[in-house]
């Protein structure tokens, strides 16, 4: 029946290719600019640890001044001496440091100039924790770290610039005006978000878009790192006089160490959250802290209070929905006519014996065949949305493609409107009285 059905609505849309046209152009219209805006919502709202988001941990304490600001919560990073009393106790299955800095990058025996790059601070759970992936060799070692080594594991990227992307394990870097050796090169790794450094985001009023900007591409030992690119690093914010020596801010009264904890179980990050309320207590008793305000939430959350999408992206989904619904009221009004133009049609396969759900079925296949046309129509209207997307100069702007999951959602979406639009329309054909429209024949 449903062939019969089919082949009945393909020959309605041939006896009015205007109308026809006009509704697969609404449809078309109105999935294109939706889908392109969603397609760019589900790719920056997506997990960056899928699976293991939610035994991601970011603790905060507050070490500022009970009279400094106006806040009802820690604010974004720790002091280093709190960030380094943290991370010295081992209370976490896996815990890291981090800390960026720019930093000019060589390479001995490489014939090109010096570059300005990324330099992130960090420990050796960073790599384990948050699942980076190794093309050579691999991360450095815990003693590594309390040596102060000077080692680093670099990007796909830099490999590729410096080392034409041949296994460069055991060369030599020149970061600033020091050697290290290079002991691990990663594979094209991006997370998106950049949810690690997600800091900011919040007094940024949501319109920071540098979360989804490109991983750093050197990574030191956090201690050796300082020592390497001392100098070069930035407080989020400090009270008091502030660092002695601008770039120098270890034992200064700034904020600009985050800490990450992966907790493997509910018990443990309760455990961890009144470890981290003692700690806070503690602190207060010697008189270095005067709150004992403490938050940890957990990475999703994070990124939710971060609020990581940008405003804009958020705002334009809504206007292309908006959009779209203006374009299914069209589409209802098209189908309205087209089927009441049908009267007679319709009486007469009524008084033949059709039954009012069969003319509604009927009705509904056409109104979804115009919908899968729309949906081709709306599939290549996104594609060309993102293409454009592609090329805006933003972070993100190299991300944005249309995975399977997309491609099938548009489809289904096109169709699902086409059905809702046509079913105030295939009702009211159904109920046409045959009898009336036979006296007019």
């Not at 010096?114 to 384990?128: Q, R, V």
């Not at 079913?423 to 009285?433: G, K, M, Q, T």
Request: aromatic fraction near 12%.
């Amino acid at each position: 029946m449903f062939a019969y059905y089919l082949d009945l609505a393909f020959r309605s849309l041939k006896r009015n290719p205007v109308l026809t046209f006009l509704m697969v152009l609404a449809i078309a219209v109105g999935i294109g600019a939706s889908m392109t805006t969603l397609t760019v919502m589900h790719i920056l709202s997506g997990d960056p640890l899928p699976g293991k988001s939610a035994h991601i941990y970011y603790p905060q304490v507050d070490p500022t001044p009970a009279d400094w600001y106006n806040k009802s919560h820690p604010l974004e990073v720790m002091d280093d001496r709190s960030a380094m009393d943290l991370w010295s106790a081992h209370r976490a299955d896996r815990q890291a440091l981090v800390v960026q800095s720019p930093v000019k990058v060589s390479a001995p025996g490489v014939d090109r100039p010096p570059l300005m790059l990324t330099l992130l601070a960090t420990t050796s759970d960073f790599f384990p924790m948050f699942e980076v992936p190794f093309e050579y060799g691999s991360a450095w070692t815990p003693s590594d770290e309390t040596g102060r080594a000077r080692v680093a594991v670099i990007s796909s990227d830099l490999n590729d610039k410096l080392f034409g992307g041949k296994n460069s394990v055991g060369k030599t870097l020149r970061l600033k005006d020091s050697d290290v050796r290079i002991v691990g090169v990663l594979k094209p790794w991006r997370p998106t978000p950049l949810f690690y450094d997600a800091e900011g985001g919040f007094t940024g009023n949501g319109y920071d878009t540098s979360y989804y900007a490109k991983p750093e591409d050197v990574f030191m030992p956090f201690q050796s790192a300082l020592e390497v690119n001392d100098g070069n690093f930035f407080q989020f914010t400090c009270w008091g006089n502030g660092p002695t020596v601008p770039g120098h801010l270890e034992n200064s009264p700034c904020l600009w160490v985050a800490l990450w904890v992966e907790l493997d179980s509910a018990a443990k990050a309760d455990a961890y959250r009144a470890f981290l309320e003692n700690y806070a207590e503690q602190q207060k008793t010697l008189g270095r802290f005067a709150n004992t305000d403490t938050r940890m939430l957990d990475l999703m959350q994070r990124l939710d209070y971060e609020q990581v999408i940008p405003k804009n992206v958020r705002l334009q989904t809504w206007l292309a929905f908006a959009f779209l619904a203006i374009c299914l009221f069209n589409t209802v009004g098209l189908l309205l006519a087209k089927f009441l133009r049908r009267a007679g049609e319709i009486g007469v396969r009524r008084a033949l014996g059709a039954s009012s759900r069969a003319i509604f079925a009927q009705c509904l296949t056409e109104a979804g065949l115009i919908g899968f046309i729309g949906g081709v129509g709306g599939w290549l209207l996104t594609m060309i949305g993102l293409w454009l997307v592609r090329r805006q100069q933003t972070p993100y702007s190299d991300l944005v493609h249309l995975d399977v999951s997309m491609f099938v959602v548009t489809f289904m979406l096109a169709i699902a409107v086409s059905l809702l639009a046509g079913a105030l329309p295939a009702l009211r054909a159904s109920r046409i009285a045959p009898a009336l429209q036979l006296k007019t024949l």
